[in-house]
């Protein structure tokens, strides 16, 4: 197939296939797939890459925003349709990326979700209500900002008691492989408040080890499971859920 006849459809598995050879996450191989599959070729897939516009692009981005489809999501497709025709470019199917120059516009924030934070009072419920498996993880994440995915990736070595700090170098993917922060800024020392290193402290002296060292392993010793943690925790414990705790994934 010449370039001229090339597809988005096409520059899409292209992107993809690239995107495999570079050995990306599966859980970020699995958002690609869904932006490519479900959003950009059931829209715009049949159009030609020499031929596809601006308007076009801006077309394609109003549409999916028009149904329903949240703002934030949209930004991401418009990031991996950036990245697809880009892989385009490369192969010589087209001369310009069009998509470069569209971008999703601010809202004006009246339908930005509005960040509660915890009062103390529910605070001291999180800890105090949580199952005592996970009060010590929960202990952890409120002082430290950690997200649950780095939570569930911590093992013992990077936890620094005569500095009181706890680097982040690692996370657990939704499929409870280990692999480095998404990003660098991603990679940091945390000072440990004496609240978490006590806790943490007590926690190891609990002979909680494991072949992998983890600090929160499931009962199997193994990375815990992001679902488990939120079925079996957050959903079954109204106390915690009503004090609107948020781990981050």
Known sequence: ???????????????????ERNGLERSTMK???SHAKIHIEPKIGDLLVSEISRGDVRDFMDDLLDNGVSRQLVKKVMVSLR??????????WTVHNVATEVKV???NGRDRKRIIIPTKDEIRTIITKAPESHRV?????????????ELRGLCWNAVDFDRS????VQRADEYGELGAPKSRAG?????MAPVVADALKSWKASDRTTADHLVFPNSA???QNYSNIYNRVFKRNRSIGSACLRLGR
Do not use: H, Q
């Open 165 to 168: 700090i706890i680097r982040v």
């Open 137 to 149: 993880m929960f202990t952890v994440a409120i002082f430290t900002g950690m997200r649950i995915s």
């Open 83 to 92: 990245a697809v025709l880009a892989e385009a470019v490369e192969r010589e």
């Open 187 to 191: 990679e940091r020392e945390i000072p």
């Open 105 to 107: 516009k601010r809202s």
């Open 221 to 223: 010793g193994r990375i």
């Open 1 to 19: 197939m010449t370039a001229k006849k090339k597809t988005m459809s096409d520059a899409c598995n292209s992107w993809l296939r690239t995107c």
């Open 31 to 33: 958002a690609y797939r």
